[in-house]
């Protein structure tokens, strides 16, 4: 079945670093990838999203790109800033199973000044 | 811009108790969710509704859950005896075909 496997937490960096947070796929179709981020006490925002293989979504410095080769849908940003701490899931959807959404584990992410 | 509604943001129920969440789901689309997510964890996917009716449930999603589209803007989440596991936030979400899904700010229910 469809699945999103991502890269255990916590994850702290120093505000500045460069940040990946890994994420590889399973599906049977063709889906859809997201990224969603959860701020401390928040409910879940959408960040980016990829439609289609080579497709890149990018937000607020953020950045993934649909790699159908990998299965995957890394997310990077080049300089974090303190603002960024927050849970970051990454999840697929997948036509053929009914617009389903799957979710990731959730990787937290510290930055500290 | 529009949002998912979810109301209560809190509650509190005893344990063997009955609770509706209650959600609002953004008003053209098609595709209404349940999750659920106990402090700390995962996202957990409960139920997916379309065309008036669940279209994919979970193992979680088990007799003692339903859901509800009573009228043309509320999609309800009904626990019928809920049980101290139970605790957790509840997120509802709509979307429509292949687009991302929206999620309401959650209902944290506690059971004690």
């Known amino acids: 079945g469809d699945s999103v496997t991502q890269m255990e937490g916590p994850v702290t960096l120093s505000e500045e670093a460069f940040l990946t947070i890994n994420c590889t796929y399973t599906?049977?179709?063709?889906?859809?990838l997201f990224w969603y981020v959860q701020y401390p006490g928040e409910g879940l925002q959408l960040l980016l999203k990829?439609?289609?293989?080579?497709d890149k979504g990018s937000n607020k410095g953020f950045e993934a790109t649909y790699r159908k080769e990998t299965t995957s849908f890394h997310l990077e940003k080049g300089s974090v800033q303190v603002s960024d701490s927050a849970v970051y899931f990454c999840?697929?959807?997948?036509?053929?199973?009914?617009?389903?959404?799957?979710f990731g584990t959730g990787t937290s992410l510290t930055v500290i000044p | 811009e529009p949002e998912v509604t979810q109301t209560p943001s809190h509650q509190v129920t005893q344990m063997g108790q009955e609770v509706i969440l209650r959600c609002v789901p953004i008003s053209n689309h098609l595709y209404f969710y349940w999750y659920r997510q106990i402090l700390g964890q995962k996202v957990e996917f409960l139920v997916s509704?379309?065309?008036?009716?669940?279209?994919?449930k979970s193992e979680i999603f088990d007799d003692q859950f339903s859901v509800e589209r009573p009228d043309g803007s509320n999609f309800t989440l009904k626990i019928r005896s809920t049980k101290l596991e139970d605790s957790a936030m509840y997120f509802c979400?709509?979307?429509?075909?292949?687009?991302?899904?929206?999620f309401g700010q959650g209902t944290r229910l506690t059971v004690v």
């Open positions: 979400a709509s979307s429509n075909w292949n687009t991302e899904a929206f």
């Open positions: 990829a439609t289609k293989a080579d």
């Open positions: 999840a697929l959807s997948d036509q053929h199973t009914g617009n389903q959404f799957y």
């Open positions: 509704f379309y065309n008036n009716e669940i279209s994919e």
């Open positions: 599906a049977t179709g063709y889906p859809s």
